[in-house]
């Protein structure tokens, strides 16, 4: 399985393969049908209070995927539940709403994932 990451705001493409927003709340001005979703992962957000600390200000980058990977880490059901859902699929494209396209938790999931996935 390959995991991408894209922007929801982008428009949905056929190579995208099974698209998950990792978004807690919806993104601004999008409907449902222009998303395209397969799957809204609310549960593997970060939690309000993580989301509202980390404010994507840059320096706190490396401490938000510290973080975060705790709180997945705490979700284990959840997060075994997701792998369940993605492990046969081709490539899974997560969604983000976030402005910066390095920092942001679906890069920080993404990263959780693949070392998971290693062991």
Known sequence: MELRIKRIYEAPAEDDGFRVLVDRLWPRGLTREKAGLDLWAR??????????????EPEKWPEFQIRY????????????EFRTVIRERARVT??????????????ALKAYLERKKKG
């Open 69 to 80: 990977a705790e709180e997945l880490d705490r979700a284990e059901a959840q997060v075994a």
């Open 43 to 56: 549960d593997l957000a970060p939690s309000p209070e993580l989301r509202k600390w980390f404010h994507h």
């Open 94 to 107: 997560l969604l983000y709403g976030a402005k910066s396209d390095e920092r942001n938790q679906a890069v």
